[in-house]
């Protein structure tokens, strides 16, 4: 069975930190893009992150660059999002998904998803 699942989410007080964890099953996450989306309510989805399986080159919104920071840990077939200086607007549920073709980041579709995980950053 293929399957993405986060974890880290939780509660934290603006200007804190939380680090998301994608773990994958099935399949080798190595091979793939892998990106983090967050939906908020009333809002569409958006591309938060991604990371290139290729050359490890990493994307990051405009809204979260020089806050989030995306990684991956091969030999644990798991991708992070490092996620510091939070904002209550960041407050939504985060999800992972390999990213397919072979445009990966650069304009490949979302593919495999996680069940995702909620963020809310409140004082």
């Known amino acids: 069975q293929v399957q993405l699942v986060e974890s880290g989410g939780g509660l934290v007080q603006p200007g804190g930190s939380l680090r998301l964890s994608c773990a994958a099953s099935g399949f080798t996450l190595n091979y793939y893009d892998i990106g983090w989306f967050r939906q908020a309510p009333g809002k569409e989805r958006e591309g938060v992150s991604c990371i290139s399986s290729r050359d490890g080159s990493t994307y990051y919104a405009d809204s979260v660059k020089g806050r989030f920071t995306i990684s991956r840990d091969n030999a644990k077939n798991t991708v992070y999002l490092q996620m510091n200086s939070l904002k209550p607007e960041d407050t939504t549920v985060y999800y992972c998904?390999?990213?397919?073709?072979?445009?990966?980041?650069?304009?490949?579709?979302?593919?495999?998803w996680g069940q995702g995980t909620q963020v809310t950053v409140s004082s």
């Open positions: 998904a390999t990213m397919d073709g072979d445009l990966g980041c650069l304009g490949g579709n979302p593919d495999y």
